[in-house]
T-cell receptor, first 117, second 112 residues
Framework: GAVVSQHPSRVICKSGTSVKIECRSLDFQATTMFWYRQFPKKSLMLMATSNEGSKATYEQGVEKDKFLINHASLTLSTLTVTSAHPEDSSFYIC?????????????FGNGTRLTVT | SQKIEQNSEALNIQEGKTATLTCNYT??????LQWYRQDPGRGPVFLLLIRENEKEKRKERLKVTFDTTLKQSLFHITASQPADSATYLC???????????FGTGTQLKVEL
């Protein structure tokens, strides 16, 4: 159980375009989901906390207008990279844990490799 | 400043030996600490969680210790196998709910 599906797994886009990444909890409901970014051979950097039915909470230094997060249902959060540039190329990973379970492990998607040309 | 540091270099060990990975942190007071495994191009997979009032946790060949005085956690894999080769990440609870901050990760390679 506790599967998180992330789509697409890979995407290549041109500079200036926008890309949407979906994160779904398949067999549980998630009030909160987390979006991370990972550079090669580096650790995961938390970008934002996605809250169902309300605005996302962004970490310091993360542009909320650049990385739009929508958490419209208890099983789906989306991250849209707007006006992408080559420096946005990275590995983006989402995670979630079942609603009501605090201090519990996170379940991760398999990430999205974004390449901006 | 706040830091979570793991063995900065890759760790190579021989099959059958015990691998020991370290996680040191500063300026945090986590209620719990978790360890994850990450394979190339994949998301992390949860391994173990240990709470601040627990000294040690075991699961099959895995053992985690948590010393809140030293601000350190040790992660052991006994009877290591080539299939254990991966990057291992420690993560601290650093906010409300299930918010985690991850360490730098240690790449483990188990050789035949």
């Amino acid at each position: 159980g506790a599967v998180v599906s992330q789509h697409p797994s890979r995407v290549i886009c041109k500079s200036g375009t926008s890309v949407k990444i979906e994160c779904r909890s398949l067999d549980f409901q998630a009030t909160t989901m987390f979006w991370y970014r990972q550079f090669p051979k580096k650790s995961l950097m938390l970008m934002a906390t996605s809250n169902e039915g309300s605005k996302a909470t962004y970490e310091q230094g993360v542009e909320k207008d650049k990385f739009l997060i929508n958490h419209a249902s208890l099983t789906l959060s989306t991250l849209t990279v707007t006006s992408a540039h080559p420096e946005d190329s990275s590995f983006y990973i989402c995670s979630a844990s079942p609603s009501g379970q605090y201090n519990s492990p996170l379940h991760f998607g398999n990430g999205t490799r974004l390449t901006v040309t | 400043s706040q830091k979570i540091e793991q063995n900065s270099e890759a760790l190579n060990i021989q099959e059958g030996k015990t691998a020991t990975l370290t996680c040191n942190y500063t300026n945090y007071s986590p209620a719990y600490l978790q360890w994850y495994r990450q394979d190339p191009g994949r998301g992390p997979v949860f391994l173990l969680l240990i709470r601040e009032n627990e000294k040690e946790k075991r699961k099959e060949r895995l053992k985690v210790t948590f010393d809140t005085t030293l601000k350190q956690s040790l992660f052991h894999i006994t009877a290591s196998q080539p299939a254990d080769s991966a990057t291992y990440l420690c993560a601290l609870s650093t906010g409300g709910g299930n918010k985690l901050t991850f360490g730098t990760g240690t790449q483990l390679k188990v050789e035949l």
